[in-house]
């Protein structure tokens, strides 16, 4: 039985660092070198992508393979007029790594302005299990539940009353 080393364990834990990222900028609108092929590629092919909780269980539900969670994540991203802009940003990370598989747990913070005007900000708790293999991280099992979610469409308001300009 190989036990990996630590310098393996570091590099294992950048890998699904990579992908996380990756898979965040590629959710980006707009994004910058949009490819479905390459959002598919982060992800084994059985994997499964789902929203856990209450609210998220019930938007979102459970996407099995590639084919269904590209299909699934492309009907929010241009030229779907779903966003008007979108970020992703990740804290908090914290990645496992046991032999070829990783666990990492993050929280998200999602900027969203709509194509209707309105913003919002989101704070979602994300999971993912993933596969390691040659210095290549790929997503098994994708979740995401939503923590937080406020309107934004106050804030220049708000900033203007706090005596500032936007």
């Known amino acids: 039985m190989h036990r990996a080393s630590a310098s393996e364990r570091i590099e294992k834990r950048e890998a699904v660092h990579r992908v996380?990222?990756?898979y965040m900028e590629l959710c980006d609108?707009?994004?910058v070198q949009f490819s479905a092929e390459e959002l598919g590629s982060l992800f084994t092919a059985d994997a499964v992508w789902e929203g856990v909780g209450h609210d998220y269980a019930q938007k979102f539900g459970r996407r099995q393979?590639?084919?269904e969670i590209v299909g699934m994540l492309t009907a929010y991203l241009p030229p779907s007029s779903h966003f008007r802009g979108n970020v992703h940003l990740l804290g908090n990370e914290q990645i496992?790594?046991?032999g070829p598989a990783a666990q990492g747990r993050?929280?998200?913070q999602q900027l969203s302005r709509y194509e209707d005007e309105s913003a919002e900000l989101l704070v979602a708790r994300i999971t993912a299990e993933c596969e390691v293999r040659d210095g290549t991280a790929r997503i098994s099992h994708f979740t995401t539940e939503k923590l937080f979610a406020t309107r934004l469409d106050e804030a220049p308001r708000l900033l203007e009353s706090n005596g500032k300009r936007m």
Request: glycine share 6%; aromatic share 6%; proline share 7%.
């Open 106 to 108: 993050w929280v998200m």
């Open 65 to 67: 393979g590639r084919r």
């Open 29 to 31: 609108v707009p994004s």
């Open 20 to 22: 996380m990222c990756r």
């Open 96 to 98: 496992d790594v046991d």
